[in-house]
């Protein structure tokens, strides 16, 4: 059983689209990150949400966390060809033990 | 600053051989952390180490085994390879006194076992 549970598994768009990208669980997190992998290459983070309903904006894409801290999404406003990567949600548990989500692969299509 | 740094970037073994990766994590991270990923999909978390002890390992078989060594650089070993076991391992290193703990990757390294 995965401790985080992405959903879409996979997302195929076209440029200019918004989507929303999923990240839950039953665990209580201290905090979530969210990466992005481009092929052949290591996960890059993207942000941290630390408080439980925050909202963090990073130009086109806004993350947020749930109140309870159980779940985050991943809103993508005007997709476009460079956002196309393995999106990727992760929190630490058990002192610093991290768990990553099962990974949201997107497509964007010119 | 320097990055995690994984060497090699890839490597070729057959079924039955051994495979050492190896790992230098940032400059004051003291935990690193092993994790395996195959055909692009999510990461399966490998083994953790922190302060040169085994914090805690995965779902794997003993034959994935490893180390953290003084300067906190880490190996990680495979031994009595199979077909399964072609994947990008990835090494992530943190600072363990950071609160809202944030992992840095290295490129990774392709193993292919045929």
């Known amino acids: 059983t995965q401790l985080l549970e992405q959903s879409p598994q996979f997302l195929s768009i076209q440029e200019g689209e918004n989507l929303t990208v999923y990240c839950n669980s039953s665990s209580v997190f201290s905090s979530l990150q969210w990466y992005r992998q481009e092929p052949g290459e290591g996960p890059v983070l993207l942000v941290t949400v630390v408080t439980g309903g925050e909202v963090k904006k990073l130009k086109r894409l806004t993350f947020q966390f749930g109140d309870a801290r159980k779940d985050s999404s991943l809103h993508i406003t005007a997709a476009q060809p460079g956002d196309t990567g393995l999106y990727l949600c992760?929190?630490?548990?058990?002192?610093?033990?991290?768990?990553f989500g099962t990974g949201t692969s997107l497509t964007v299509i010119p | 600053e320097a990055g995690v740094t994984q060497s090699p970037t890839h490597l070729i073994k057959t079924r039955g051989q051994q495979a050492t990766l190896r790992c230098s994590p940032i400059s004051g991270h003291t935990s690193v952390y092993w994790y395996q990923q195959a055909l692009g999909l999510g990461l399966q978390f490998l083994l953790w180490?922190?302060?040169?002890?085994?914090?805690n390992r995965g779902n794997f078989p003993p034959r994935f085994s490893g180390r953290q060594f003084p300067n906190y650089s880490s190996e990680l070993n495979v031994n009595a390879l199979e077909l399964e076991d072609s994947a990008l391992y990835l090494c992530?290193?943190?600072?363990?006194?950071?609160?809202?703990?944030?992992?840095?990757f290295g490129e990774g390294s392709r193993l292919t076992v045929l």
């Open positions: 180490y922190d302060e040169g002890e085994e914090r």
């Open positions: 992760a929190g630490p548990l058990d002192g610093n033990q991290f768990y």
């Open positions: 992530a290193s943190s600072h363990r006194g950071r609160v809202t703990g944030e992992l840095f």
